[in-house]
């Protein structure tokens, strides 16, 4: 599998990005996206990498980190193999590289919030928000 991450950018504090995540490769030919949780992760200047947000298989259970909670959304498109980010009154505290992952599951409901978990990681993209 793998996997596109796109939609960074420059954007002032309080305004919106949408960030997708393609997953491509033979393993979803075969399985399709259904079978894969996927998630955002980030990893701002000098601190560590943490889980911004998670949907699981179905895009019926989703995990939001505290900070983000009413303002980021995660969706997903199986058809289109797609996941997305939609990141609405951001911060400079959102400043950071974003990855989206996947790891494939056979638990329907399953949130993973580690990194380790993940099998799949794209490439990142950088999100910068100006105060």
């Known amino acids: 599998v793998q996997l596109q991450a796109s939609g960074g950018g420059l954007v002032q504090a309080g305004g919106s990005l949408r960030l997708s995540c393609a997953a491509s490769g033979r393993t979803l030919s075969s399985y399709g996206m259904s079978r894969y949780a996927v998630a955002w992760f980030r990893q701002a200047p000098g601190k560590e990498r943490e889980c911004v947000s998670v949907?699981?298989?179905?895009?019926?259970?989703?995990y939001y980190r505290d900070s983000v909670k009413g303002r980021f959304t995660i969706s997903r498109d199986n058809a289109k193999r797609t996941v997305y980010l939609q990141m609405n009154s951001l911060k400079p505290e959102d400043t950071a590289v974003y990855y989206c992952?996947?790891?494939?599951?056979?638990?329907?409901?399953?949130?993973?919030?580690?990194?380790?978990?993940?099998?799949?990681w794209g490439q990142g993209t950088l999100v910068t928000v100006s105060s």
């Open positions: 949907i699981n298989r179905s895009g019926g259970n989703t």
């Open positions: 992952a996947a790891r494939s599951t056979i638990s329907s409901a399953s949130i993973e919030i580690r990194q380790m978990a993940y099998d799949y």
